[in-house]
């Protein structure tokens, strides 16, 4: 399949008139998939109502089955075509964090979307981006457009249209290429069917955000316990990995150094994830450095290039800092230990 490729300027209030955008949106009336940049990263779109749509995602990407799509919309009355109740919570969240990396699960109308984007659960989760080309772009279509990130299933986010090049080209109609994405990790993704509102997957709205909108939140058990079964189906995959193993190391620098020399002498080439704090301390055949850690935002944004750079540098093993699970560090240690398959060793 030839996978159109179009540049879109965020910057220019012509968007509504963008010709790159028209193609995109009728493409995506036609059924066909198509990547667009949002403020977290780049997601694949296609119709939420079409059983063909939506087996095309799941194609492309080769992504389980059983692992809901979230639906993206650019107004918040299209809610109420596919959902049932909207409780007080959700209005609140929304209020505040639409358009933003918030999604919310609410309970579903049966029969208003396919099977097949909410893998037959009674509940949808929904977003609306806080990104003038996909807000664009979801106006022009007017459909509720269901779009999981723009990468292969396990492989790390795209946050920029070449990762979504590298991992899809020949298999999507198109990648819409509006520059790198801010936020850089996924949306929050907030369960409001119950009393309390309960994070399922953290991301890039923070539990204490949250909690000052809408009062007390809690975390879903299985993120911090691999014994719990997690009630966001993808949350129980093995995600975001380089093709090299990653070891996050609890430790000071020095004791990554040693671990690195020592991986060195075995004849492996060794890469460590930093950040700016404490780059030029270590000596490794490939250092990336991931933001400054006194603004954790800054990490978040480069998490995943970071990931897919250590590949392309050809390392054979990778050893990452960890970071504090405050605000979106949550976010950024959940990836990485998801990325690392949960492999933590002392430093
Ligand atoms: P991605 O589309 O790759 O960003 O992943 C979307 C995440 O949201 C996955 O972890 C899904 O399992 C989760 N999700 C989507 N819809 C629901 C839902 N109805 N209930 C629980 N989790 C959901
Ligand atoms: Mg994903």
Not at 151 to 163: D, E, W
Not at 339 to 345: L, Y
Request: charged share 25%; hydrophobic share 40%.
């Amino acid at each position: 399949m030839n996978t159109n490729y179009w540049v879109v300027d965020k910057i220019v209030d012509t968007l509504e008139n963008s010709p790159q955008l028209k193609q995109a949106a009728e493409l995506l009336e036609q059924n066909e998939v198509v990547a667009f940049p949002t403020e977290t990263v780049y997601g694949l779109g296609g119709n939420a109502k079409s059983d063909l749509a939506v087996e095309k995602i799941f194609a492309a990407k080769g992504r389980p089955s059983d692992n809901p799509l979230i639906v993206h919309i650019a107004r918040k009355e299209q809610l109420n075509d596919f959902v049932d109740v909207i409780p007080d919570s959700a209005k609140k969240l929304m209020a505040h964090f639409w358009p933003g990396p918030l999604t919310i699960i609410l309970s579903y109308k049966e029969g208003t979307l396919s099977s097949k984007t909410t893998a037959g659960l009674s509940t949808v989760g929904i977003r609306m981006p806080d990104h003038q080309v996909a807000l664009a772009l979801l106006e022009q279509v007017d459909l509720p457009i269901a779009a999981p990130s723009a990468n292969r299933s396990g492989k790390p986010s795209p946050t920029m249209a070449q990762h979504v090049k590298e991992d899809l080209d020949g298999r999507i109609a198109g990648i819409v290429d509006g520059g790198p994405t801010g936020v850089g990790v996924e949306s929050t993704v907030v369960d409001c069917t119950t009393e309390i509102p309960v994070i399922l997957r953290p991301g890039g709205v923070t539990k204490e955000q949250l909690e000052d909108v809408v009062g007390e939140v809690l975390y879903d058990p299985a993120l911090t316990d691999v014994k719990e079964t997690p009630k966001s189906p993808g949350m129980k995959y093995r995600h975001y990995a380089p093709d090299a193993p990653l070891y996050l190391v609890d430790g000071s620098k020095e004791g990554i150094q040693v671990l690195i020399d020592g991986s060195r002498r075995e004849g492996l080439k060794v890469g460590v994830l930093t950040t700016e704090e404490n780059q030029s301390f270590y000596d490794a055949d490939y250092i990336f450095t991931c933001g400054k850690r006194e603004h954790l935002e800054t990490v978040a944004s480069s998490i995943y290039e970071a990931l897919r750079s250590f590949d392309k540098a050809g390392m054979d093993l990778i050893y990452s800092e960890m970071f504090p699970n405050v605000g979106v560090g949550n976010a950024i240690m959940n990836r990485l230990l998801k990325a690392a398959g949960q492999k933590v060793i002392k430093g």
